[in-house]
């Protein structure tokens, strides 16, 4: 048995609330468990029974009667739909604290609810988003292996990690550069072995241009950027493809060929994953030295409170997040 996990609340005013709601209502009875850090209070009016408790190791005995929640309150009233300025430093505070109880052990792995970046980012936030934040509060814990912070998305059979992420798709071309492309898939290749269980991970690297640049007729950013980092990759020993067209390589037959596709910037990494899978899929930060997972949508505010919100994807996360957890402690 692992420890619980500690899942963030995020934004209160969004739907992390219900969500977390539904997902202990799916998970009660068989796991995995789960701890919230943040406000008790919202957590209640969103329906499910409530048990505070001081530590994660509290939460195994009290999972099945209710959600166990680290109270943290919010510095404002929480109106579903409408953010509170105010309560933005508690949703950063509820992160910091959750990642805290993740490095010292006290739980085996972070899941973070969705957080409402503007309200942060007017007090003060000073990191894109919950990716460079994590980066930043584990910088001086030891890692096994190349560093990240890379994203990767994953939904049914398919992962996507990415190169550049919230850029501009004008700045790409300059982003995509032969050290990030290699940095992105050495930490892609290293925990689909730690934390995936693929003994030989295999990637295919997806191209920058129309047809992978068509030898050059359409962009010269495969021949001078890609094909070398995918040289020099399998120099090191790591399987991956030389840069492939986008457009042919996420239907049926070509995702049975890869472990993880190494995308080149947002969408091309998105689209096929919400595809797939809108409801299901999962935000992962790969080469840190804790698990976090992360439901791959939004704080959903025009349906907050409204009892829409579907909890699909927050449960797919946090059983993610178990079995990666369970893989690094060797009993997966």
């Not at 241009?209 to 068509?214: C, F, I």
């Not at 890869?258 to 080469?287: E, M, R, S």
Request: charged share 20%; proline share 8%; with cysteine.
């Amino acid at each position: 048995m692992i420890p619980a996990l500690a899942l963030s609340l995020g934004e209160p005013a969004g739907i992390g609330p219900e969500i977390v709601a539904r997902a202990w209502t799916a998970l009660r009875d068989d796991g995995p468990t789960f701890v919230v850090v943040g406000d008790a209070g919202v957590i209640d009016a969103a329906g499910a029974p409530v048990a505070e408790v001081s530590e994660p190791a509290e939460a195994l005995g009290a999972f099945r009667r209710a959600v166990p929640v680290i109270h943290a309150p919010t510095a404002a009233p929480v109106i579903p739909g409408v953010p509170a300025p105010r309560n933005a430093t508690c949703v950063a505070d509820w992160i910091a604290r959750a990642v805290d109880l993740a490095m010292d052990g006290r739980a085996a792995g972070v899941v973070t609810a969705p957080i409402a970046k503007a309200p942060l980012y007017a007090a003060g936030f000073p990191f894109p988003g919950h990716t460079e934040f994590i980066a930043e509060l584990t910088g001086d814990l030891p890692h096994d292996g190349t560093r990240g912070p890379v994203m990767m998305l994953t939904a049914r059979d398919l992962r996507v990690a990415l190169v550049t992420i919230h850029a501009p798709l004008s700045a790409v071309p300059e982003l995509v550069t032969q050290e990030r492309v290699m940095r992105t898939a050495r930490v892609t290749h290293e925990a689909l072995r730690r934390d995936f269980g693929i003994a030989r991970p295999r990637l295919a690297l997806a191209g920058l241009n129309p047809h992978a640049g068509e030898g050059g007729a359409i962009g010269l950013e495969e021949i001078e950027v890609l094909r070398p980092a995918a040289a020099a990759l399998r120099a090191e020993g790591i399987a991956i493809t030389d840069p492939l067209p986008a457009d042919t390589m996420f239907h049926d037959e070509a995702r049975a060929g890869y472990d993880a596709a190494i995308c080149l910037y947002h969408d091309q990494a998105l689209i096929p994953v919400k595809t797939i899978d809108f409801w299901g899929g999962v935000n992962v930060t790969l080469g840190l030295p804790v698990v976090r997972t992360s439901p791959d949508h939004g704080t959903g505010f025009e349906i907050a409170g409204k009892g829409m919100a579907r909890a699909d994807s927050l449960i797919a996360a946090i059983r993610l997040a178990a079995d990666m957890a369970k893989r690094r402690r060797g009993l997966a």
